[in-house]
């Protein structure tokens, strides 16, 4: 019977030692990795490829539209593809050296445009975020809770395209969302990363 309580007791002891362990360290195990909040954005502005499946609700003074669209951005080619709302699918960009192709794949139509400038200069790709944050003199990087927000305001004060804030999930590195803010305050695209792969 003796033994009955010491066993007990050292099962006792050890669950206890185990809930003051995971008590003290849950944050950190939570948290999934210990980066610093410079080396996130490092991460971030070391991207140079990614493919990624998006949402992108875009906003204007009259309606509110929302598209489903691919991106692929390689070292050799950017290409974006629409694959919602039905009647503009399969409408498909791609620049590639100094070419911008525009295709529909439905109508087996396409068009060549000759030294034209990077589609990536389309607010709707990542790239097109990194190096506005790289180039621009306001910007800021903070945390809330399990995300680090990237904040890049442009210079020109265009009303259409001010501020832009990239939401990246602090455990995975991975963008969620990102948003492009007039000057009103009122966000004019929205952008949903539903699958993001980076550096392809």
Do not use: H
């Not at 593809?81 to 525009?102: A, D, V, Y």
């Not at 990536?120 to 097109?128: D, Y």
């Not at 990087?141 to 990239?166: A, F, G, H, P, W």
């Not at 990246?168 to 539903?194: A, D, H, S, T």
Request: glycine fraction near 2%; aromatic fraction near 10%; hydrophobic fraction near 30%.
């Amino acid at each position: 019977m003796k033994k009955v309580y010491i066993i007990l007791a050292i099962i006792l002891a050890f669950a206890i030692s185990l809930n003051i362990f995971l008590s003290f360290n849950y944050k950190n195990m939570k948290s999934g990795n210990n980066k610093s909040i410079e080396e996130i954005e490092k991460y971030i502005l070391n991207i140079k490829t990614y493919k990624a499946n998006l949402t992108a609700n875009i906003i204007n003074n009259r309606n509110d539209n929302t598209y489903k669209i691919s991106q692929e951005v390689t070292k050799n080619y950017e290409k974006q593809n629409i694959i919602e709302p039905q009647e503009i699918s399969g409408l498909e960009m791609t620049f590639e050296n100094g070419k911008l192709e525009i295709k529909n794949t439905k109508l087996n139509l396409s068009k060549i445009y000759e030294n034209y400038p990077s589609i990536s200069e389309n607010n709707l790709f990542l790239t097109q975020f990194i190096e506005s944050y790289k180039n621009s003199e306001e910007k800021s990087i903070s945390e809330y809770d399990e995300t680090t927000i990237m904040l890049s305001t442009k210079t020109n004060r265009n009303r259409y395209d001010t501020t832009q804030k990239l939401y990246v999930n602090k455990e995975n590195l991975k963008p969620e969302k990102l948003e492009i803010i007039e000057n009103n305050n009122q966000i004019k695209v929205y952008i949903l990363y539903n699958e993001i792969e980076i550096n392809i």
